[in-house]
C-alpha cells in the first residue's frame, strides 16, 4: 500500500526559502517507474500542478509560477522526494500535497494532471508573509 507523507511546511517571510519533504512508503524512488508530483491548493483557487518527475520518461516539469524558483529531487536512501522552494512570494501561499502513480501517466512535459494521480498525503502548509 502506498503511502504519502508531507513535511517541511511553515511560515517564512517573503524572499525566504523552505524545502518541502514527502516520504513514501509502498514503492521505491530507485528501482520502480512511477510518477511524483507537487501540487499546491491556494485560498480560494483550484488545486495546481507545480513540480513533477517521471522517471519512465525521464520528464522533469515545473510551472511557470515557479520555474527557477523551486526545485524537485529525491533522496533514494530515504524513499524520500524533496520540494525545494527559494525566493518564496505571498502567492505562493497554500496547502502542498505530493501525489504518485505508478505509471508513466501524470507527469508531462507541459503540465502535470492531478486527475491521474492515484496516491495523495495529507498535505503540509506554506504561509508566506511577512
Known amino acids: 500500500q502506498v503511502q504519502l507523507v508531507e513535511s517541511g511546511g511553515g511560515l517564512v517571510q517573503p524572499g525566504g526559502s523552505l524545502r518541502l519533504s514527502c516520504a513514501a512508503s509502498g514503492f521505491s524512488l530507485e528501482l520502480d517507474y512511477y510518477a511524483i508530483g507537487w501540487f499546491r491548493r491556494a485560498p480560494g483557487k483550484e488545486r495546481e500542478g507545480i513540480s513533477c518527475s517521471n522517471t519512465m520518461s525521464k520528464i522533469t516539469y515545473y510551472a511557470d509560477s515557479v520555474k527557477g524558483r523551486f526545485t524537485i529531487s529525491r533522496d533514494n536512501a530515504n524513499n524520500t522526494v524533496y520540494l525545494r522552494m527559494n525566493s518564496l512570494k505571498p502567492e505562493d501561499t497554500g496547502v502542498y500535497y505530493c501525489?504518485?502513480?505508478?505509471?508513466?501517466?501524470?507527469?508531462?512535459?507541459?503540465?502535470?494532471?492531478?486527475?491521474?494521480?492515484?496516491?495523495w498525503g495529507q498535505g503540509t502548509q506554506v504561509t508566506v508573509s511577512s
Open positions: 501525489a504518485s502513480t505508478d505509471s508513466g501517466y501524470g507527469c508531462y512535459e507541459h503540465t502535470s494532471r492531478s486527475e491521474e494521480y492515484g496516491n
